[in-house]
C-alpha cells in the first residue's frame, strides 16, 4: 500500500480505487453535477486509467425499453452488431451517444445506443423460450463474446452507464453529464492493477439493471469464475468486477434470494463468528455457506451496486477497503472518503463508517436504510 505524507507531517493510505453513490428515495431527479464533484475529490485515487458512471431514471421517455450502450472497435463490427440486434429485436431509436470533445478525451471508440425490446419470433427457437431478461443476458454475453471489436457496456431499463478511459471528472464532461438527469448515480476512478484500462474494463460494469463499482481485489476470482460457468455466464472479459455483477444477477435475479441474503452470501461471517450465533440464525447462515460457498468474495473489497430498486454499499468481512456513509433528509450518499460527501453534503443529518460485512441497503419511497446485515440484522 502506496503512502504518502503531507504538509502536516501525517500519512495517508492511498487503498486503491475511488467509489461514490447518491440515492434520491423520493426519485427526485439531480444532474451529474454532484455526482461529478464528488468523485473528482477522490481523485488521487485514480491513475487517469478509467472513469465511470451510472445514472438510473435518465430514460424516462424509453422506460420500458432496454438501453444498449455499445462500444464498436470499427465500423465493420458495428454493422455486424446491429444485423443481430435487427434479426433479435425491435427497434425504437437507436443513435450516437452525444458526446463532447475535449483535450482530455480525444481517443475513443464509436459510442451508441439503442433503445430496443426482444421480438417474439427471434430466429433461433431455443432462444424464443426464454424470458426478456435471460435473452437481453444471452445476447450481451454472446456480442461481447463473439463480435470482435463490440462490447456492450449498459444494458438495463431507463438507465445506462458512462465510461471510458480517463479520470472520472474527464469522463463527466466527455458524456456532458452535467446535461443528464438521475435519481440515482454512481461513479468510479480506477487505478488498474491486474488488468489493462482500457475502454470496457472501467466501472461500472452492468447487466441489466445492476451497476457495480468496486474498489479492491477478488482473490476468490478463479472458484467465483467457475461457479458462474455452470450457469451459463461467460465472463469475456476476464475481470473480479464481471464476476461481482454476474454473482448478484444469479443469487438476486434468478434465485430470487432477498438482497440482504444474497449479500450475506458475499461477505459471509467466519465460521467462528456463526458458531455462536443462536440456532435459528446459525442453521441459515450454514446452509448459505454450504449452499454458495463457491459465490463467497474473498480478499479486500468495497462495492456500491444500483438496480431499479435502489443502491447498495458494502465492503469486504474484515474491512480491507474504506467506505463511508451519510444522508440528508431523502439523499443518501456513500464513498471511499469523507471529504467526497462533504463536498456536496457539508452538513448531513447522519454520517457513519459501516462495519466490516454490514451493507448500507437504500430503497426508493419507504427509504429504508439498514446500517447493518439487512433481515438478518447481522
Known amino acids: ?5 503531507n504538509k502536516f ?38 491513475n487517469g486509467l478509467g472513469g465511470g458512471f451510472a445514472v438510473y431514471g435518465n430514460y424516462p421517455d424509453y422506460a420500458e425499453l432496454y438501453a444498449f450502450h455499445i462500444m464498436y472497435d470499427n465500423l465493420s463490427a458495428k454493422s455486424d452488431v446491429e444485423e443481430y440486434i435487427k434479426n433479435n429485436f425491435i427497434i425504437e431509436k437507436e443513435e450516437p451517444i452525444p458526446t463532447f470533445k ?6 475513443h471508440p464509436y459510442l451508441h445506443r439503442y433503445f430496443i425490446k426482444p421480438k417474439s419470433d427471434r430466429p433461433d427457437k431455443l432462444f424464443r423460450e426464454l424470458g426478456d431478461d435471460d435473452f437481453v443476458v444471452n445476447s450481451v454475453m454472446l456480442i461481447n463474446q463473439n463480435y470482435d471489436g463490440a462490447y456492450v457496456f449498459s444494458s438495463g431499463k431507463n438507465m445506462g452507464a458512462f465510461k471510458g478511459v480517463g479520470y472520472p471528472e474527464d469522463i463527466a464532461d466527455f458524456y456532458k453529464l452535467e446535461e443528464i438527469e ?18 470496457g474494463g472501467a466501472h461500472p460494469f452492468t447487466l441489466l439493471d445492476w451497476s457495480i463499482v468496486h474498489n479492491g ?7 467465483n469464475k467457475r461457479y458462474l460457468e455452470m450457469y451459463k455466464y461467460n465472463l469475456a472479459l476476464k475481470t473480479d468486477t464481471e464476476a461481482i455483477t454476474y454473482i448478484l444477477d444469479l443469487l438476486i435475479r434468478r434465485h430470487k434470494l432477498p438482497i440482504s441474503l444474497a449479500l450475506t452470501v458475499l461477505a459471509s461471517p467466519f ?18 455457506r454450504q449452499i454458495y ?59 457513519w463508517s459501516p462495519k466490516a460485512g454490514e451493507p448500507v441497503i437504500v430503497e426508493f419511497e419507504e427509504k429504508n436504510i439498514h446500517q447493518k446485515g439487512g433481515l438478518l440484522g447481522l
Open 271 to 288: 465460521y467462528q463468528k456463526i458458531d455462536k450465533m443462536d440456532s435459528e440464525k446459525k442453521e441459515l447462515l450454514t446452509a448459505l
Open 217 to 223: 481485489e477478488i482473490s476468490s476470482y478463479g472458484i
Open 102 to 107: 475535449t483535450s482530455k478525451i480525444y481517443d
Open 293 to 351: 460457498g463457491s459465490a463467497l468474495l474473498n480478499g479486500p473489497f468495497a462495492i456500491v451496486f444500483g438496480h431499479s430498486n435502489g443502491m447498495v454499499a458494502m465492503n469486504d468481512r474484515i474491512k480491507l477497503r474504506p467506505l463511508v456513509a451519510a444522508t440528508m433528509g431523502c439523499f443518501t450518499y456513500v464513498a471511499s472518503e469523507e471529504a467526497a460527501i462533504r463536498a456536496v453534503c457539508p452538513s448531513p443529518d447522519m454520517i
Open 182 to 199: 438521475g435519481y440515482m448515480w454512481t461513479a468510479h476512478n480506477r487505478f488498474p492493477t491486474n488488468t489493462p484500462g482500457w475502454w
Open 1 to 5: 500500500m502506496l503512502k504518502i505524507k
Open 9 to 46: 507531517n501525517a500519512e495517508r493510505d492511498i487503498s486503491g480505487c475511488g467509489l461514490c453513490g447518491i440515492i434520491n428515495t423520493k426519485k427526485i431527479k439531480t444532474n451529474g453535477s454532484d455526482i461529478k464533484k464528488s468523485i473528482s475529490v477522490e481523485h488521487d485515487r485514480g
